[in-house]
Every structure is written in C-alpha cells, then in structure tokens.
C-alpha cells in the first residue's frame, strides 16, 4: 500500500508540470526549463553534500548514466515539452505525452517480446485515432485552445512527439539501470542525476542568456512569480516526485507501476482546465477518451505476460 501510495502521489505531482507553464506567460520555453532544472540542481546539490560518502560512491561509479538521463529524460525532454505547451497548447500536448505508455509497450515488445503483435493492434489504433482527433480539431482551428498559426502548431506537435521519443528512451534505459543495481536507494539517484541536470542546465545558461531567452514579452509574468515556478518545478515536480516513483517502482509489479503512469495524464488534463476555469471541447474529450482507453488496453495485455518474465523496476525519474 505504501508503494502504491508513493505512485499515486507521483502521478498527481507530475501533472503540475502541464499546468504551471501554461500560467507562467511571457517566458521562453528555454527560461522555463533553465529555472526548473536550476532550482533540481541547487537542490540535489545541497542534498548530494549532506549525503556522505554513500551518495558520492553512487556518483562516481555511475555518472555517465546520470548525465545521459539528466539530458535525455529532464532539461531535452521538458524543454520538448514546454515548446509543445506554448505553440499547441497544454490539453494536446499532455495527450501526446500521454502516448508514452502505448509507445513503450511497442518498443518494450519489440526488444522483449511479451505479447503477440496483433494483441496491441487494437489499443495502438485506438490511441492513434484519439491522437488525429484532438490534433485535428488543434490544427484546424475547430476547436482549439491555442490561437496560433498552422505551422507554429506543427512544430509544436514535433516537438511533442521529440519529448515522447527521449522520455521512451530514458524510460528503458532508466528502467534497466535501476533493474541491474538493486543497491542504489531511489533518493540517492535521484539526487545524482539532478546534480548531473544541474551541471548540463549551468553549461547551457551561458548560451540561453546570449541568444535572449530570458527576455520577457509585455505583460509577462514578473520575476517573483517566474522563480516561484521554478522552485516548484524544481523541487517539487523534479526531486519529490522522482524519489515517489523510485520508491514506487521497487515494490510494484512493472504492470500496477504502467498503470499509474495514467494518473499523471489524467491530472495534468484536469489541472489545466480547472486553472482556465473551462471544459474542454466534447470532440477533444472523445479524442482524450479514445487514448486514454487505448492506453488501458495496453496495460491490461502486459497482466498475462508479467508472470513469466522477470519483474523490471520501472524508472520515471525524469518527470
């Protein structure tokens, strides 16, 4: 109940980071995803001091992986993420992101055969037409929720599908990682690869702040407000949730740990529309439900094949 918990609660701090971009105005995606990785890193930082030489073990023997998954599942995917939030808008893309799931089975089954192809034929089709639907309606203007130009949306859309393909990696890798050095404890990992995240933010500020990217449009949110985000992203969205997942992941079955995975999907789309105090338009709510059973679906084929492959910790730190 305890891991279940921690999951649970992972899930509904993660979905934070769909809404709070989506508040935050005037600032570029690059000074969105600076400020939430500084805040991670300060933060990991003063833990990875206090930690002794446990964590600093931990750090020397494994931190190539920790770079690779502070540039691939953090500042590479939430910048991806925060891109898609401000061209196409936060509903569409926390259901694009959503897809990581069904996407993961795919790769998943592919390197790992749980189940027969044919068996996801149905969940996959189902999340791509949910898919078509809302960014149909995005694209066209039927039904938007951002007033942007076509092409600005589909960049925004690729840049969408680039979160989901470095989450997809980072999800595998991260979840190997774990799966193969049962003796690292969720903390410490997350605190080593948020020094490595703070570390790869440090390298880049140099050029976020050249190119102008902390330059704010009229009427922009002030800097009070901006750094306030960036603690929360930082701290609570980054650290906090990514040691419940660990946690989580250690004493839940690969097939219970998918699942929850849902739950982010599912706050980060109530947070938004509670925040602009609106429902959302009914044929994105059938596109929202066409993937959202997809996903299920997925999940529901991996129960049969959990009992004969050997249970994997599943890795979503980078949240």
Request: with cysteine.
């Amino acid at each position: 109940m305890v891991a279940l918990g921690a999951g649970i609660s992972a899930g509904l701090v993660w979905g934070l980071a769909f809404v709070l971009p989506d508040l935050l105005s005037g600032w570029s995606a690059v000074a969105v995803t600076v400020g939430r990785y500084l805040a991670y890193g300060v933060l990991s930082l003063v833990l990875f001091a206090l930690g002794g030489a446990a964590v600093r073990r931990v750090a020397r023997k494994h931190w190539r992986p920790a770079v690779a998954f502070g540039v691939a599942g953090n500042a590479g995917y939430y910048l991806l993420l925060v891109v898609g939030i401000q061209t196409v808008g936060a509903p569409v893309t926390n259901m694009v992101i959503g897809c990581i799931p069904v996407v993961m089975a795919v790769v998943g089954n592919r390197t790992t055969r749980m189940c027969p192809w044919r068996s996801l034929l149905v969940p996959v089709s189902l999340v791509a037409v949910g898919l078509v639907v809302v960014n149909a309606l995005e694209i066209s203007g039927a039904q938007a929720t951002e007033p942007t130009s076509t092409t600005t949306k589909v960049l925004g859309l690729l840049a969408c599908c680039g979160a989901v393909a470095l989450w997809t990696w980072y999800g595998i890798a991260n979840a190997r990682f774990m799966a193969e050095n049962p003796d690292v404890p969720a903390g410490q990992w997350a605190t080593v690869v948020g020094v490595a995240t703070g570390v790869v933010t440090v390298v880049a500020l140099p050029l976020a702040l050249t190119t102008g990217q902390f330059d704010t449009a009229p009427g922009a949110t002030d800097a009070l407000g901006f750094v306030a985000v960036a603690l929360v992203l930082g701290v609570l969205v980054s650290w906090v949730a990514t040691w419940l997942w660990n946690a989580a992941s250690a004493g839940l079955s690969p097939t219970v740990a998918g699942m929850l995975v849902n739950i982010e999907t599912l706050s980060g789309y109530t947070y938004v529309y509670a925040a602009r105090r609106e429902w959302p338009p009914l044929g994105q709510v059938l596109g929202f439900a066409l993937i959202i059973v997809g996903v299920v679906l997925v999940i529901r084929l991996q129960k049969p094949a959990e009992q004969a492959a050997e249970p994997a910790v599943v890795g979503r730190g980078g949240r």
